[in-house]
């Protein structure tokens, strides 16, 4: 069975351009190789904003962190900040893959924005790139004054398995009660390790793009026996009080639609403020598409769960 014809006229067009990605230990590093290119080639807005890559300590014998740093050029004092991580399954993908959108949030919001480019499966499985998103969330929190930032308006966001960071990640704070933050912004998030069974599987989901293949592969890859830790998969956390109001964003294509309707129903039930939005006929990285109307529209709603929140 096919949903192509459920899938949003707009983006056919980019559906058709986008080629067929199989993810394997063999197809991984070409893969992996072709980003930083395509990235270099692709041109960035003209707005007023400084975008520098920094190294952060990881409080590991002197091992540091790739993040990109995006901050407004008329910054001031007080500024929210957006603790940023990219997507790519946990085993692929650079901070630069988001610098226009990242680059758009800081203007627009005001805020200082770091992208975390933590390390990846399967080399570092899981708990390493937990360990480096923590690592980012304390040294916001040690450089407020320096980077004119408050502790209190500090929010996490991510796409995809960003998304599955930015979500754990938050499990991590509360319980470590170290950091506070302020707010989840989670864009198609992997919020479950769990993969259903094929006769129980939502059939008009996961053929575009992100299929169940490749969630496979990335599972193992990251998570491996660890499938029973919360801090890997959110949807594992016995209980969610006391997380911060949370915002999310998923196509009714996606392979996570449907445990993105779970996880939300379980904040609310736990009584954690929640929007969310389900796009029809948009499959997992619609948003390729960026002159599609839902793209636009799916964008202009990021801004304002931000600007409502970060206030």
């Known amino acids: ?65 790739r993040c990109l740093l995006i901050q407004p050029l008329t910054s001031g004092a007080n500024m929210p900040a957006i603790l940023h991580f990219h997507g790519g399954g946990h085993v692929l993908g650079i901070p630069e893959m988001d610098q226009p959108q990242l680059m758009r949030w800081a203007v627009e919001l005001g805020c200082l924005v770091l992208s975390v480019d933590y390390r990846l499966a399967p080399e570092t499985p899981f708990p390493g790139p937990m360990d480096d998103a923590y690592a980012a969330l304390r040294w916001l929190n040690e450089q407020c004054d320096k980077l004119g930032i408050k502790r209190d308006r500090i929010a996490v966001s991510g796409g995809s398995a960003g998304g599955a960071m930015a979500a754990c990640l938050c499990l991590m704070a509360r319980d470590r009660g170290e950091y506070k933050i302020a ?35 990335c599972r193992e890859a990251y998570l491996g026996e660890n499938t029973l830790d919360p801090y890997g998969s959110a949807a594992r956390a016995t209980s969610l009080s006391g997380l911060p109001p949370a915002y999310i964003a998923v196509g009714s294509l996606d392979l996570f639609v449907d445990e993105c309707l779970a996880y939300t129903a379980r904040l609310t039930r736990a009584g954690v403020p929640v929007e969310l939005i389900v796009y ?13 109307s839902v793209t636009i529209r799916a964008e202009d709603d990021n801004i304002r769960a931000l600007r409502k929140a970060l206030a």
Request: net charge negative; hydrophobic share 40%; proline share 12%.
């Open 1 to 65: 069975m096919t949903t192509r014809h459920l899938v949003d006229p707009e983006l056919l067009p980019m559906l058709d351009a986008f080629p067929p990605m199989t993810l394997s230990a063999e197809t991984l590093p070409m893969i992996r190789s072709a980003i930083p290119q395509m990235m270099a080639a692709r041109p960035l807005p003209d707005l007023p904003v400084s975008s520098n890559v920094i190294h952060i300590p990881s409080g590991e014998d002197g091992r540091d962190v």
């Open 280 to 292: 029809p006929g948009c499959f997992h990285g619609f948003k390729i598409a960026a002159e599609a």
């Open 183 to 217: 707010f989840q912004h989670l864009e198609a998030p992997r919020l479950d390790d769990r993969l259903a069974a094929p006769e129980d599987a939502n059939p008009f989901t996961g053929e575009f793009v992100w299929t169940r293949a490749n969630s496979a592969y």
